[in-house]
């Protein structure tokens, strides 16, 4: 199964059974709204913090995800998940509620990616039947921790990024009909010394690149395998950067395959507030567990390649003036109706 240095190749091709995505009223007037299983007028989804309603919003994923699959809880083997706030807390509470079995990781906003690739090798070993994988991220609740109280109302510069709002939850089974996961490249930490938290496409776009190179090479494959290659929120800055990174390693991706999720979730040139992008847990798996799994299902792709990027730095580390590590984790989806 393992396949050249860092991939993972999986013979029995895990199903995607069904996923869950919710997001808040910022997410809503975006161009992939349709795409959402669920979206909320309220930031504070009824509830009384940015925190909670964070929470709340990766239950209903998993809960959507659980109930369209036409599965129970109890069916269920492990629960996968990770998130941005304290000690990976949205997710601990998550499976407080859900009672399921947990394990929680961090891969800043690579978690939809590392935990989707984590529930593939538990199914196609034979480890698990079933397993649900999910991550969240708020935009207020973000902001608080790792830049400027929410109601500073501070000015920030072109490179920075708005954090997603939503959750996302995937439910990957031994059999089905949907679409399969056929493999997965790990990714190294990588930092180049950027330290600047208002210029995270810049800091993780190195990582990106070394993932993406490690699968082709490991793969022995060419880009061109795929319909579609989509990083996970480097937005305008990153993803230029990253084709650049590319372009010197000799991999060329042809624009017409290659996008980033934090490109795609708003309207840059409508919502001048998202400054490069989107960025946050969110971020790439709300736009891969809805919007390109639903183009995968109408047939206008068959293969894809999603790499979401996470930089891995905390208030400690910011405050201690440590640079920003980075990651990346690439996992390969396929479907044949």
Known sequence: MLQGHQTWVFDKKPAILSTGVVGGPFEARGPLAEDFSLLHGDIYVGQDSFEKAEKKMLEEACEIAIRDAGLQKTDIQFFFSGDLMNQDISSSFTARTLSIPYLGIFGACSSSMEGLAMSALLVNSGAAKYVLSGTSSHNAAAEKQFRYPT?????????????????????????????????????????????????????????????????????????????????????????????????????????????????????????????????GCACSA??????????????????????????????????QKESIPCIAHAVSIEYEP
């Open 151 to 279: 109601e500073y109302g501070s000015q920030k510069p072109p490179t920075a990024q708005w954090t997603v709002t939503g959750a996302a939850a995937c439910l990957l089974g031994s059999e089905g009909t949907g679409p399969k996961v056929t493999s997965a490249t790990i990714g190294r930490v990588v930092d180049m010394g950027i330290s600047d938290p208002f210029n995270m496409g810049a800091a993780m776009a190195p990582a990106a690149a070394d993932t993406i190179t490690a699968h082709f090479r490991d793969r022995r494959i060419k880009p061109e395998e795929y319909d579609l290659i989509a990083t996970g929120d480097l937005a305008i800055v990153g993803h230029t950067i990253l084709r650049d990174l590319l372009k010197k390693h000799r991999i060329d991706i042809p624009d017409e395959i290659f996008t980033d999720c934090g490109l795609l979730i708003y309207d840059r040139e409508k919502d001048r507030q998202v400054m490069a992008g989107a960025s």
């Open 286 to 319: 709300t736009v891969t567990y809805g919007h390109i799994l639903n183009r995968m299902k109408k047939g206008e792709l068959r293969k894809v390649l999603i790499v979401a990027t996470g930089a891995l730095l905390s208030p400690i580390s910011y405050q």
